[in-house]
């Protein structure tokens, strides 16, 4: 059934999904960017549900609490209380090793509101949990959303982030003046 919906978001919204099968793995860490709006969780989602991928987000706790919150579960949210300090890296490593199945998807603009620099959780989570970085994509000017490779971290983390920020250079955001491509 979620098949049929991401296909038909899609489809109504005029997108393409462009995630080659070579891509799809049990276990990632789901770079999601450029996030510049409410709509790319939205289209994110409908790629992933096309492509029958189990993906998970974190999102500010508030959003999985009450009616509305089951419907933020339901699309894979996992809440996460960002006034308690805790090591938040930690806590997502631990969730994708124990589970068989994930793509655990993290903005990694940290914000839909311009940034100077990514936030690099996500680089971290990946070398915990020992999985590698999926370059998940939304192109506004071409109407494509995917995925366009792994990234397996290595210790090498300028030559990593070189990598990663070539691959979206030219990525188009929703709103290109609150989306920096320059990420380190």
């Not at 099968?21 to 049990?26: A, L, R, T």
């Not at 276990?27 to 549900?49: E, G, M, Q, R, Y």
């Amino acid at each position: 059934m979620k098949s049929f919906i991401g296909k038909l978001v899609l489809k109504i919204m005029g997108w393409k999904s462009d995630y080659p099968v070579e891509y799809h793995v049990d276990k990632s860490v789901l770079i999601a960017a450029p996030h510049t709006s409410n709509w790319d969780l939205l289209l994110a989602l409908a790629v992933f549900w096309e492509q029958k991928i189990q993906v998970k987000y974190f999102i500010k706790d508030s959003f999985t609490k009450g009616i509305h919150g089951k419907f933020f579960k339901m699309l894979g949210a996992i809440g996460v209380d960002r006034s308690r300090t805790g090591n938040l890296v930690h806590h997502a490593a631990a969730t994708i090793k124990k589970m068989d199945k994930i793509a655990l998807m993290v903005p990694a603009e940290g914000t839909r509101s311009r940034v100077e620099k990514w936030k690099t959780g996500f680089y971290h989570i990946a070398k915990k949990a020992d999985v590698p970085v999926a370059l998940g994509f939304l192109d506004y000017k071409n109407k494509i959303a995917g995925v366009g490779g792994l990234i397996q971290i290595t210790s090498d983390y300028e030559s990593d982030m070189k990598k990663i920020e070539d691959f979206y250079r030219p990525i188009s955001a929703k709103y290109p003046e609150k989306y920096n491509k320059k990420i380190f």
